[in-house]
């Protein structure tokens, strides 16, 4: 079996077969505010691609050079990453909700020679971490103040020639350096190649129905793997028509324009739909419904319709666990929901399901070319494929340290592989977790940030599954003292409700904290809560604690009391 991309599968490839094959069908469909759209044929996309090409060659960007991306979705997020790809450069995505440090952190490491900045919310807060003299380029959807700052995407267009040609990139060329966290809280750089992502959409396409006439709704972050692969490049594999959404509140409206043929969600949303028909429609109704004959396809066909899902041939889920009575409920109403498994790494290849009841509560088998194992030391899942990442930019050891000499990927995740070849997922090995909206959050970093209050001897920085995480503090000695009187008590309490405050402003969106959970009693040795080096035992904590998360975050309060 071949481990190398056949040339005519490579993305700027596949660009100029839409060019010549389909110049005249619309290829994308951009909101534009108040019910408004534009629609973008590949005829335009490639207009605008080629003359954004020849413009960034004409700054004298080489070969190789990166150039980054900070904007929400959009159909001039793609002509950027494809102008960038045409150009001879490497793209670098940016997630568009970073704080202004990420961003400069990400901006300087990669050495980008270039910034797009397109739509995008809070703006006036990221701006600081634009270096200073980094050149920019604004899309027609940016903020004001981008568009007032930084020379305008429509501009450069109306005035530069397009790009001759059929300029192509190898597939052992990178095409795109993907940030993602790191246990250390520094994201780094995921390499890939246009080889890696030929192969893994290849490879997918016998999984996931994506067809010539297929539609998708792109609204989670193209800087995320799977949007990357599934949306972007899954699109260049078959000419599908891409529609993107405008805003979430706009959302329900976005998706019923779409009609999405194929659609993928992370857990969280997919509890949001059911918890809006279940508003709409309560359970014991619809149960009733369901089993009459007479009303059950009229029922499924109502929901489906309502959710904009009724042309849904193919939905999945991934980025965290989903409950398998949500998988349930699902599949009641004729949608069965599919689970992928796999990591920014590895393009987030590995696994999917059927959707079959039989394999809820795994993530299904290998795809074709994918080698699963299991570490018996520790219960990792180990992983070979051949769209491994070529490493993380600038960071040999750490490569080292994920990809080994064999070319087994350690993913981090610890599973099963039950007697039918389904991989289950049970957890993390390391401390790295993931919340319910499917983003890594690093501990460390927080918890050295929450120490530093005055109050503070010991935290924990957890919430795997949940929608944001949470800490547990443990007070020091002279704190104690002072809970015992009522008044010192409540100064305390807002001293640290401030101070949540503070840390949460310097965070990431998914990083920030949505409680802190204040515990008098000490954490020790004899307890098992810390080891003989003062570290605290994470596993410890989740043993006792876990079950009170779900508890402590409905009570919608910033500093809660833990009696023991």
Known sequence: MATTASPDTLALQRLYHWESTAPDRVALTQPLGGGAVRDYTWREVMDQTRRMAAHLQSLGLKPGDKVALLSKNTAHWLMSDFAIWMAGCVSVPLYPTLAAGTIRQILEHSESKLLFVGKLDGWAGMKPGI??????????????????????????????????????????????????????????????????????????????????????????????????????????????????????DTFAADLQRARPTVFFSVPRLWVKFQQGVQTKMPPKKMDLFLKLPILNGIVKKKVLGALGLDQCIFAAGGAAPMPIELLRWYARLGLRVAEGYGMTENLGATHITTGDPDSFGTVGRPYDMVQCRIDPANGEIQAKAPWNMLGYYKEPEMTRATLDADGWLHTGDKGAIDDRGHLKITGRVKDLFKTSKGKYVAPAPIEDRLVMHSSVEACCVTG?????????????????????????????????????KHVNEALDPHEQLDCLVVMTEAWTVDNDLITPTFKVKRNRVEDLFAKNYDTWVGMRKKVIWHQA
């Open 131 to 248: 270096p200073a003299g980094l050149p920019c380029v604004s899309h027609p959807l940016a903020p004001d103040d981008a568009k007032k700052s930084y020379r305008g995407w429509d501009d450069i267009v109306a005035k530069t020639e397009p790009l001759k040609g059929k300029p192509v990139r190898d597939a052992g060329d990178m095409s795109t350096i993907m940030y993602t966290s790191g246990t250390t809280g520094a994201p780094k750089g995921v390499m890939h190649t246009f080889g890696n992502f030929a192969m893994a959409v290849q490879q997918g396409l016998k999984r996931i129905p994506l067809r010539e006439d297929g539609r998708m709704l792109s609204y989670l972050p193209l800087s995320h793997v799977v949007e990357r692969a599934l949306v972007e490049h899954g699109q260049l594999a078959t000419g599908m028509h891409v529609y993107f959404a405008e805003s979430l």
């Open 464 to 500: 795997a599954n949940l929608g944001q995480p949470l800490a547990l503090l443990m007070l020091n000695v002279d704190a104690v003292k002072k809970v015992s009187d009522p008044a010192g008590k409540s100064e305390l309490e807002a001293s640290l409700a401030q101070h949540l």
